[in-house]
């Protein structure tokens, strides 16, 4: 079974830096691209920051030269820098991965969430 964990949220002020961690455990044959996704209270889940199995990386037009997404894949972790944050990024922070369970297939797992909060 295959599971997701994300660490590092946390409160911190405005200005402030957090770096969430998301590891996959359990049996697979690959962690292949990755997904940061955040939701705020009454908004719809989006996406922050990309990255595939070579990576290359994506980032959402709002976290660009701030966040900055990278992988282990050695250690089957990838993580989220995330640096002058902004009251508007207190989220739920959720780690999205494909991976190969099995064969060619890839299955697509969520981790259960972090929540940054940023005060002013």
């Known amino acids: 079974q295959v599971q997701l964990v994300e660490s590092g949220g946390g409160l911190v002020q405005a200005g402030g830096s957090l770096r969430l961690s998301c590891v996959a455990s359990?049996?697979?044959?690959?962690?292949?691209?990755v997904g940061w996704h955040r939701q705020a209270p009454g908004k719809q889940r989006e996406l922050v920051a990309h990255?595939?199995?070579?990576?290359?990386?994506n980032y959402a037009d709002s976290v660009k030269g701030r966040f900055t997404i990278s992988r282990d894949n050695a250690k089957n972790t990838v993580v989220l820098q995330m640096n002058s944050l902004k009251p508007e990024d207190t989220a739920v922070y959720y780690c999205?991965?494909?991976?190969?369970?099995?064969?060619?297939?890839?299955?697509?797992?969520w981790g259960k969430g972090t929540q940054v909060t940023v005060s002013l």
């Open positions: 999205g991965a494909t991976l190969r369970v099995g064969g060619p297939a890839q299955l697509h797992y």
């Open positions: 359990g049996s697979f044959i690959s962690l292949d691209a």
């Open positions: 990255i595939a199995s070579g990576g290359s990386t």
